[in-house]
């Protein structure tokens, strides 16, 4: 792209730094980052237990309304510093902020070393659908290698992976990876939401998703579930996108990319509904769904797969297929954030940081590999608690403290967008902050529960 060519001439944000080779690779990154097993995993659950188009439209309304203004703040921190988040926060907000930059590395080394588990599952059932056929007794199966050896083996596949891609840089790992995979889940996607309205059945699965039942919406519970769901699915929070957008020229457009951005991680969630609901409900699936996130993906899908014959088989392989592309694409923007603060603050090689920052994640990873307990404890606290919190001092920070930060925003953006700035800033400091605090008051007393659960066993 040629105006990301000049803009590298005419100065980025801080010279020397890597920058990503055109727009369109910094935008498959970054919707790459945010498409992954949120997508799939618990979009599909959320609209299913509250309210099933009502949770769609407000999750929707949250994504515009919230997101997208904090997802601005992060670009706009990350691009003005060209730095990864501890070095962004305190250039940015003042000494006082970098601690909480730490907390940022912390959530996205939590996130990933069981969201490595989840998706070395995936990758397993990628495997296995090219291989042989999917198991009819997909429970069991899934007992069977959920945790302990077979877990680890896969976890550790992925994570060795993400080292690798990461260990490249951004031009020639992060962003090439993405600029493939993602387009290509896109496709796969749309051919198998194509497929599924050929299902006989599937009408009803198609009914309870898009029709609105909007009694079951009016709670605080719906309004944090939805909420941290839109943060985990948008990778805000932990300075993903900040880390990402260090490497920006200034002639980027932020408000237009945030919205890109949005925009495609809520059409993939809503076409993997369109993929998930009428199988489930072709297979007369649907009573699994309710009961957990990770069994609809895992057990209840594989085992229609199953009963589905060689056609199963071909779908199955393109779902996981799907779903391991994007699970790799964010795995690698969560190393990212830890490897950048590595060599932004000690100076040290990336790949040597790569290599570090991914062995000690395995090691956590292991925890979650060994017992499902502890990844369900552990998404409670960093996806629930660690990235609504986030994007609370984010919102704080940029609204408050950041000098010029409407100045930093509207470089790029044309001057209709810069006039609307202002509203953007009143939106960081009046609606954000109290919103999040209500999710807190539910989610904190939530993560306790899942530490007592976890630590006392019952
Ligand atoms: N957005 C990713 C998903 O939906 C997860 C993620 C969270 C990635 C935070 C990076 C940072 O699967």
């Not at 929707?60 to 921190?77: N, Q, R």
């Not at 691009?79 to 070095?87: Q, Y």
């Not at 993400?162 to 090439?176: K, P, W, Y």
């Not at 899908?301 to 393109?318: I, K, N, Q, T």
Request: hydrophobic letters at 55%.
């Amino acid at each position: 792209m040629s105006d990301l060519q000049t803009a590298t001439s005419s100065g980025s944000a801080a010279p020397g730094r890597e920058q990503w080779t055109s727009r369109f690779g910094f935008l498959m990154a970054a919707v790459g980052s945010a498409v992954g097993l949120g997508n799939m995993w618990r979009f599909a659950y959320i609209a299913s237990e509250h309210g099933g188009a009502a949770a769609v439209l407000l999750y929707v309304l949250l994504v515009f309304a919230v997101g997208v203004p904090v997802m601005i703040a992060e670009l706009a921190l990350g691009r003005s510093s060209g730095l990864s988040p501890i070095g962004a926060m305190r250039q940015q907000l003042g000494r006082a902020w970098a601690p909480f930059g730490v907390l940022f590395i912390l959530a996205g080394a939590l996130i990933l070393s069981y969201y490595a588990v989840i998706a070395g599952w995936v990758l397993r059932y990628a495997i296995v659908g090219l291989t042989s056929s999917f198991p009819a007794d997909a429970g069991t199966y899934f007992g069977s290698i959920a945790a302990g050896g077979p877990a680890i083996v896969f976890q550790i596949v992925i994570m060795a992976v993400t080292t690798l891609v990461v260990a490249r840089g951004i031009g020639s790992g992060i962003e090439r990876l993405s600029s493939f995979m993602m387009p290509a889940l896109f496709l796969i996607l749309v051919g198998l939401a194509i497929w599924a309205m050929t299902l006989p059945g599937g009408g009803e699965g198609y009914a309870y998703y898009l029709i609105p039942r909007f009694e079951e919406l009016f709670s605080l519970e719906t309004l944090a579930a939805s909420t941290s769901q839109a943060f985990f699915s948008l990778s805000l929070g932990m300075g993903a996108m900040l880390t990402f957008a260090s490497y920006l020229p200034r002639t980027a457009n932020l408000p237009k990319d945030s919205t890109t951005i949005a925009l495609a991680d809520f059409s993939v969630a809503f076409i993997a509904g369109l993929v998930v609901f009428p199988v489930i409900y072709a297979l007369g699936l649907q009573g699994a769904v309710g009961e957990s996130t990770l069994g609809a993906l895992f057990i209840s899908l594989p085992g229609g797969f199953a009963e589905m014959g060689s056609v199963g088989r071909v779908v199955g392989l393109f779902f996981f297929t799907a779903l391991l592309f994007g699970a790799l694409t964010s795995t690698v923007s969560l190393l990212e954030v830890v490897v950048a603060s590595m060599v932004d603050e000690t100076k040290m090689q990336r790949p040597l940081a790569a290599l570090v920052a991914g062995g000690l994640i395995t090691l956590v990873g292991l925890w979650s590999a060994l017992d499902t307990n502890a990844l369900g404890f552990l998404d409670a606290v960093a996806n629930n608690v660690m990235l609504p919190l986030g994007g609370l001092v984010i919102a704080m920070g940029v609204a408050w403290k950041m000098p010029d930060a409407r100045a930093q925003v509207s470089e790029g953006t044309s001057p209709r967008v810069a006039r609307l700035l202002g509203g953007w800033l009143w939106t960081l400091r009046i609606v954000v902050p109290p919103l999040l605090i209500i999710v807190l008051y539910e989610t904190i007393p939530a993560a306790i529960e899942a530490a007592r659960v976890l630590f006392s066993g019952n």
